[in-house]
């Protein structure tokens, strides 16, 4: 009886290899990177992949030219030796130019695409995409994406993959924002968050700034702040994990709480982390300004009319008449933002 079943169950598996399309890893290209630019109104492609034949570890880059979107796409398949495979490329880098014109389509592209990596990255640079992907094929095989993983995972750049890039585009309350990479000098540098409104880059945020987007929308609340106080002492700290909570009153008053557990890497000299006042002092020098600098950073959001925290949508969940038009131009610009930080040392690694 058991030898008839397993007998069964090797048919099947037979059956059920010779219906499935066979994608052998040395036979295609698989995408690792892909950059989009505008070059005098032409649409220029740059992918790279891993050169598996060659067994060389090495990558391959492949630049295309179109004046549509969709027509890169057909451009670089017709260049390639092997059939392109996009379901496993983990980062798309966008020139801001490309961006400016073409975000909407892209996003319909990225909508309507069934064979994407939900987790692949999305970021924006100032410069050549190509220039971005040549230098990155240089490096060990994912290395840019490791880097942008890195810093959402552990530094002080916002989440965002394919996912998020398309809820945020189609969704209602809520504007879209891309990290920005840079290059300089050979060395890539995360550079800030760009904001969108619909299709339209309205707004750069610095770093400190996508820090602060970060700890009010990531579930990971980890990051590296450094200030420097009135009195011109430094501050340092890495921010481990944290919780937020926003609630918003009918009246228009937005309570935001931020509760953060930090490590202390640099404080004044004069300060004693074994003092308890001042280590009071310390903590309220930190909570102070954390919550100065994220109410000024939401006031200038308010001031340019874009919403990347996403206050429109939990509005939206208490209004079943929500009209994103109407909140916008009535009800967001009068918001009053109240920030309460409340800052646990956990360990105060400063040699003292």
């Known amino acids: 009886m058991m030898r008839r079943h397993a007998g069964v169950l090797i048919c099947c598996c037979i059956l059920l290899s010779g219906c499935a399309q066979e994608r052998v890893v040395d036979k295609i290209n698989i995408l690792q990177y892909m950059g989009a630019d505008l070059e005098e109104d032409k649409i220029k492609l740059s992918v790279s992949y891993p050169e598996y034949i060659k067994a060389s570890g090495g990558q391959s880059i492949v630049t295309t030219e179109s004046n549509v979107v969709y027509g890169v796409f057909t451009a670089l398949t017709g260049k390639s030796s092997q059939p392109v495979e996009m379901g496993q490329m983990r980062t798309l880098v966008l020139n801001k130019n490309f961006a400016k014109k073409y975000i909407a389509e892209l996003a319909d592209i990225i909508n309507r695409q069934f064979t994407k990596s939900t987790k692949a990255s999305i970021v924006l640079t100032d410069q050549s995409t190509s220039a971005i992907i ?33 809820n945020q585009f189609y969704g209602e309350g809520q504007d879209m924002y891309l990290p920005v990479i840079n290059l300089y000098k050979g060395v890539f540098q995360m550079d800030g968050v760009a904001v969108f409104k619909g299709d339209d880059l309205k707004l750069r945020l610095n770093a400190n700034e996508g820090l602060y987007l970060k700890l009010l929308k990531d579930k990971k609340k980890t990051g590296e702040y450094d200030f420097i106080a009135s009195t011109n002492s430094m501050y340092s700290l890495i921010i481990l994990h944290g919780k937020s909570k926003i609630d918003v009153k009918e009246d228009g008053k937005t309570m935001i709480s931020l509760k953060l557990d930090i490590q202390l890497r640099e404080i004044p000299e004069q300060m004693n982390v074994r003092n308890p006042k001042d280590l009071q002092k310390i903590r309220k020098q930190i909570e102070e300004r954390l919550s100065s600098e994220i109410t000024t950073m939401l006031i200038r959001l308010q001031q340019n009319r874009v919403d990347p925290i996403g206050f429109g949508e939990k509005y939206r969940r208490q209004h079943q008449t929500f009209k994103e038009e109407a909140y916008y131009e009535k009800i967001y610009p009068h918001l009053l933002f109240e920030v309460k930080t409340n800052v646990i040392i956990s360990h105060a690694g400063v040699g003292q």
């Open 134 to 166: 040549a230098e990155a094929s240089r490096k060990p095989p994912f290395f840019l994406s490791e880097l942008i993983e890195q810093n959402m995972d552990h530094g002080n750049t916002p989440n965002t993959n394919y996912h998020s890039f398309v």
